[in-house]
């Protein structure tokens, strides 16, 4: 039976390995591993996964840190359906999954792909990128499998836009999602993600991570010209989710397909006032 490993870091999006019975993975911090974890506490060669009588099995390759199984130090651990332990002082996640399953989920990556090149194709056709902004949300809120979405536009001061279909919970008067990470994307001009908003140093004790019960967050800015324009945020409340590499492709290119649109919305602005005041000096 195939498997899936996630390597879930709390501020990365969490690489995702597909493994196969044929195979063993040697798991550790140098770049000739199978599996690279690239973290202080995990060893050189820490540990191995192979499929053995009918089971995956992970055996500590005398690791500095070892393996840990709910708080306790393990030399071996196999999996049933669904394993959660630690590599070092990093959360990593085996799961089990039939061939059926696996095909479903590059299904739902196809499937991904095409509601991208579905929002392309509708972008094409109107210059209002407001009246998009519910399918868009929507959609993208399906691809991640989160259970809010947003895309928020700035404005010329680089200050959170209320665009029409704004999202109710994003108001700023009682926003009950994780503003940190908004204005962190904004500030630094690159992705933030938290993969357990409740033991984050930082977010686990604000009174909107906590009344929301957000699990897992990630803000991605999208850039024109050097300034960030737009934010896409997404969030999870469900207690397994975490975002992944995958996730990361899919925004990577949607916000590319976002930029090029507000580029042209930019443009057919510009032109306006250039045709309003060709048109007034005519007259």
Not at 7 to 31: D, H
Not at 81 to 95: A, D, E, K, N
Not at 134 to 151: E, K, M
Not at 154 to 172: Q, V
Request: a negative charge; aromatic letters at 8%; hydrophobic letters at 40%.
């Amino acid at each position: 039976m195939p498997a899936i490993f996630d390597c879930v870091f709390q501020n990365r999006f969490a690489p995702r390995i597909s493994l196969f019975e044929a195979k063993s993975y040697v798991v550790g911090r140098a770049t000739t591993c199978d599996i690279v974890i690239d973290h202080p506490t995990v060893s050189r060669r820490h540990c191995l996964i192979s499929f053995q009588d009918g089971q995956w099995c992970i055996h500590d390759l005398n690791s500095t840190n070892g393996l840990t199984y709910l708080d306790n130090r393990q030399q071996k651990l196999h999996l049933e359906q669904r394993l959660v332990f630690q590599v070092g002082s990093v959360t990593c996640v085996l799961q089990a999954k039939t061939a059926q399953e696996l095909t479903v989920n590059l299904n739902r990556r196809l499937w991904s792909q095409r509601q991208l090149r579905s929002l392309q194709g509708k972008w094409r056709t109107t210059n209002d990128i407001n009246a998009l902004l519910p399918a868009l949300q929507f959609n993208l809120a399906q691809i991640l499998g989160s259970d809010r979405c947003a895309v928020i536009l700035l404005n010329d001061r680089r200050e959170l836009a209320l665009a029409t279909d704004f999202p109710g919970w994003l108001n700023p008067t009682d926003f009950d999602g994780t503003s940190t990470l908004i204005n962190a994307a904004i500030e630094h001009k690159r992705p933030y993600v938290v993969n357990n908003a409740q033991l984050h140093q930082t977010l686990k004790d604000r009174n909107s991570v906590q009344k929301a019960q957000i699990k897992a967050a990630f803000a991605y800015p999208i850039e024109l010209d050097g300034e960030v324009i737009a934010v896409i945020y997404a969030d999870s409340l469900e207690s397994q989710h975490y975002f992944t590499d995958y996730d990361i492709d899919l925004i990577d290119n949607f916000s590319g397909m976002l930029a090029l649109q507000l580029q042209l919305k930019t443009l057919d602005h510009h032109l306006d006032e250039l045709s309003a005041a060709a048109a007034e000096l005519a007259s």
